[in-house]
C-alpha cells in the first residue's frame, strides 16, 4: 500500500479553505432562513439531505466507491446522525425566530460544551483553562438571553438546544475519526439523515415555489461543503491556527443579517459574544502542542 501524502502546513492555505466554511456558513443562515420561512424545516433538510448525496458522488467516487464508504461503527453513525438532525432542526428554526447574529453567538457556546463533555463521557481531562472557558461561554450566554421567567425567548432556547446538540454531535464525531475518513462521516451523514427524514417531510411536504429553489440548493452545498472546507483547512494547519479563524463568522453573520435584514445588533449581544469567544481561546490553549491532533466540527 502507497504511504499517505502529508499535506505541506501553510497558513495561507488553511485561511483559503476558511474562507470557504465562512462563506459556506454564512450563506447557510441566509438561505436557510429564506427555505423555512416558506416550508416546513423537515422538507428542506430532506431536500438537502438528497441534493447533497448528489454532490458528494464525485468525493465518494473518488475515495473509492460505495465499497470503501463502509464503516466499523454503523451504530455510532446513526446515534451521531439522530442527535445531528434533532440539533439541525433546532437550528434552522431558531434562524426564523431570532436575529442571525443571536444564533450564531449561542452556536459558539458549542466548543465549550464539547469540552466538558468530552470530559464526562471520552475522558479527556478538564483543566483550570476549560473550567475558565466554561464560565466564560455560561456568562456569555446569560447576557444575551437575559433570561426572564415571564418573557421567555422561544428561539433563544431553541438556539441553545442547537448548540447542546452540536456538541454531543462532535462527540460522537470525535470518536469516528479514529477509523472513518470525512468523506465517509459525510456520506453516513446523508444518508442517515434522509431515512430519519423521509417520514415528517412526507408530512409536512409541499410543493417548492420555484424561487426558493436557488436558496434550497444553497443550503444544500453549503450543508454539505462545508465540512470538507474545515477538514482540509485542518490538513494544512494546527487547529489552534484554524480554529480562531471561524470566530469571524459572529461579525460576518451579523454584517448580512444587518445587510440582508435591516437588523440591529444590541449591545449585550456584542458583550456575550466577545466572552463566549474569549472562552474559545481559552479552550484553545489546551490544544496547544497538538500539531496532529484533528478537532471535528459538527454544524448545520
Aim: some cysteine.
Amino acid at each position: 500500500m502507497a504511504a499517505m501524502s502529508v499535506p505541506i502546513q501553510s497558513n495561507s492555505k488553511a485561511a483559503m479553505w476558511m474562507g470557504g466554511w465562512l462563506a459556506a456558513m454564512v450563506t447557510m443562515a441566509i438561505a436557510g432562513r429564506e427555505t423555512v420561512s416558506q416550508l416546513s424545516a423537515f422538507q428542506v433538510m430532506e431536500l438537502r439531505a438528497i441534493i447533497g448525496f448528489i454532490l458528494l458522488m464525485p468525493l465518494v467516487l473518488s475515495a473509492g466507491g460505495f465499497s470503501a464508504m463502509k464503516s466499523q461503527h454503523p451504530w455510532r453513525h446513526i446515534w451521531r446522525n439522530a442527535v445531528h438532525y434533532t440539533a439541525q432542526y433546532a437550528w434552522l428554526v431558531a434562524v426564523t425566530l431570532i436575529p442571525l447574529a443571536q444564533v450564531v453567538s449561542i452556536e459558539f457556546t458549542m466548543p465549550i460544551w464539547t469540552a466538558l463533555l468530552a470530559v464526562l463521557f471520552i475522558g479527556e481531562k478538564m483543566n483550570g483553562w476549560k473550567v475558565a472557558a466554561v464560565v466564560l461561554g455560561l456568562i456569555g450566554v446569560w447576557i444575551i438571553v437575559r433570561p426572564d421567567a415571564q418573557n421567555i425567548d422561544v428561539g433563544q432556547l431553541i438556539s441553545f438546544y442547537a448548540a447542546v446538540g452540536f456538541s454531543i454531535s462532535v462527540i460522537l464525531v470525535k470518536t469516528l475519526t479514529r477509523t472513518d475518513s470525512v468523506v465517509q462521516i459525510i456520506f453516513w451523514m446523508l444518508i442517515i439523515q434522509a431515512i430519519i427524514g423521509l417520514v415528517p417531510a412526507w408530512y409536512y411536504w409541499q410543493p417548492v415555489p420555484n424561487q426558493l429553489w436557488g436558496w434550497i440548493v444553497l443550503v444544500a452545498i453549503c450543508g454539505t461543503f462545508s465540512h470538507f472546507c474545515m477538514a482540509k483547512a485542518m490538513t494544512h494547519a494546527d487547529a489552534t491556527v484554524v480554529v480562531p479563524m471561524d470566530f469571524l463568522r459572529v461579525p460576518l453573520t451579523a454584517l448580512a443579517g444587518w445587510l440582508v435584514y435591516n437588523e440591529v445588533v444590541d449591545i449585550y449581544t456584542i458583550a456575550g459574544a466577545t466572552l463566549i469567544l474569549v472562552g474559545n481561546l481559552l479552550n484553545l490553549k489546551t490544544a496547544t502542542g497538538t500539531s496532529k491532533k484533528q478537532y471535528p466540527v459538527s454544524t448545520p
